[in-house]
């Protein structure tokens, strides 16, 4: 029986998606109150997110609003999950601070090619399109984040 639920595991490609909510755009007490401001507060959150996408052993992770403009955000990411995952990011355009980043387990999927995308829209969205390789088959992955009217 555990041969047959080996055998899945290996057929079967994981993926996850996940809006962050980087630290930049999290509100806190008032508009000017942001979680950026508060670092422990920012590192407890997202030490709590990555703790969960280590126990969900996915194998590829789409994240948006992922925060560029904090080193200590994004060496905390890279120090607890580049042990297993290769990282391919994008900033959004525009100078905002965060944009998307895909992570690849690197031991069940091999890169291929990769074609970053400007929206060019009123948002400045991007995407991240990824041609990758699992179990001998081509797959694209595009990880985009879309704007939300914000009233």
């Keep these: 029986m555990s041969s047959n639920l080996s055998n899945v595991k290996n057929d079967t490609l994981s993926v996850c998606t996940f809006n962050v909510l980087a630290p930049c755009y999290k509100r806190l007490s008032s508009e000017n109150d942001r979680e950026s401001l508060h670092e422990s507060l920012w590192h407890r959150r997202h ?62 999927v091999k890169f291929l090619d990769r074609y970053d995308m400007k929206l060019h829209d009123i948002g400045n969205r991007i995407g991240i399109l990824l041609n990758l390789e699992f179990n001998g088959k081509n797959i694209l992955v595009i990880n985009l984040h879309l704007t939300f009217p914000h009233y």
């Design 47 to 108: 030490s709590s997110i990555i703790n969960l996408l280590q126990s969900l052993e996915i194998d590829l992770i789409c994240l948006q609003e992922f925060w560029f403009k904090n080193s200590l955000f994004i060496q905390l990411y890279k120090a607890n999950l580049s042990p297993k995952y290769s990282f391919y990011t994008l900033q959004r355009t525009g100078f905002l601070d965060d944009g998307l980043a895909i992570l690849i387990d690197s031991n069940r």
